[in-house]
């Protein structure tokens, strides 16, 4: 996640340990600082801690193995982190470890996570922090499927602009494992009716693990990219589908020059590019995920043989 001042804030696991490091002068990475310990982390398979940042904070949210989503906030003002806060408000219900994070301008962030309470069933259930990071809501349910369940181990994708806030899941409707949006307009405390991204769909007795990726332009347009079957697809609301290549895990980030996409295939890791609309292979590797820098840059980070690699694309 990059603030508005260009620095990057990344956040890791190693084992059952927190890291959260900054880009620094010529966009080289500082040392990385310990945060916390969790027992049972949850990492892997896009399981990992997230980031958001505002002008006034860095927050950051983490899950352990018996299902509770923790925040941890730095104010920026003084550079300190804050003792962890429990985010759910009925202990062990986020067993499948997936959570994501978005920050507003006004000191605001909002977490969503796949939860099990009530029923045993996976619902998206979310919570806003006003502070900072440092208290959070009463949780509230975002999306509950009519068929009892959504998507039990695909990531769920959150991003901000403003007062804009849209969340991404893949849903279970009908034996159907679509992707579906949802979209706030005033910072996260109201959300309007879940909207199916792209015009087919997925009949799928499984879940694929894959929950696609979604960035908003710095003129406020959302891009989204997903997976159908063994295809990928890249998706505006309300307009057709665009079939981009066969692959996975793909994510994406929204410039003025256009959009810059990451994805697996074969264990290799490939890019398409406003200048490059072809897939291109770039090294081996899974799970990457971006941010974009100063001047239209795009950071990619991912995982290769147990190590971070980072690259400007």
């Not at 696991?13 to 620094?24: A, K």
């Not at 018996?66 to 804050?82: E, I, P």
């Not at 959300?191 to 991204?197: S, T, V, Y």
């Not at 979604?214 to 309300?238: E, Q």
Request: overall charge positive; aromatic content about 8%.
């Amino acid at each position: 996640m990059t603030d508005l001042d260009g620095v990057a804030h990344i956040v890791y696991g190693r084992g059952e340990v927190l890291y959260y490091t900054t880009t620094g002068t010529g966009e080289q990475f500082k040392p990385s600082m310990r945060i916390d310990s969790l027992l049972g982390l949850a990492i892997g398979a896009t399981r990992g801690p997230q980031i958001a940042v505002n002008k006034q904070s860095v927050v950051i949210t983490a899950l352990d193995k018996m299902g509770n989503v923790w925040a941890y906030s730095r104010s920026k003002s003084t550079g300190q982190w804050q003792k962890r806060v429990r985010v759910n408000d009925v202990a062990d219900i986020a067993k499948e470890g997936f959570v994501a994070l978005a920050a507003g301008p006004a000191n605001e962030y909002t977490a969503v996570w796949l939860d099990l309470r009530g029923d045993k069933r996976n619902k998206l259930v979310g919570a806003r922090s006003t502070d900072g990071g440092r208290t959070w809501s009463v949780n509230k349910t975002m999306y509950q499927s009519p068929d009892g369940t959504i998507c039990e181990c695909c990531q769920v994708s959150a991003v901000s602009q403003g007062k804009q806030v849209v969340l991404m899941f893949r849903n279970f409707i009908n034996g159907s494992r679509d992707m579906y949006l949802l979209t706030s307009t005033d910072g996260g405390q109201t959300f309007g009716k879940a909207e199916k991204i792209g015009e087919g769909t997925w009949k799928l007795n499984a879940c694929p693990m894959d929950g696609g990726g979604m960035s908003i332009s710095p003129d406020g347009n959302l891009s989204t990219v997903w997976r159908r079957a063994d295809k990928l697809y890249t998706a505006r609301p309300g307009q057709p589908e665009i079939e981009l290549a066969t692959g996975k895990n793909a994510k994406i980030v929204t410039t003025q020059k256009g959009d810059y996409i990451v994805f697996q295939r074969e264990g290799q890791l490939w890019k398409i590019t406003p200048g490059q609309p072809q897939p291109t292979a770039f090294g081996s590797g899974a799970y990457a995920n971006m941010t974009r820098l100063s001047n239209d840059r795009v950071l990619c980070l991912w995982e290769q043989d147990g190590t971070i690699r980072a690259e400007i694309i």
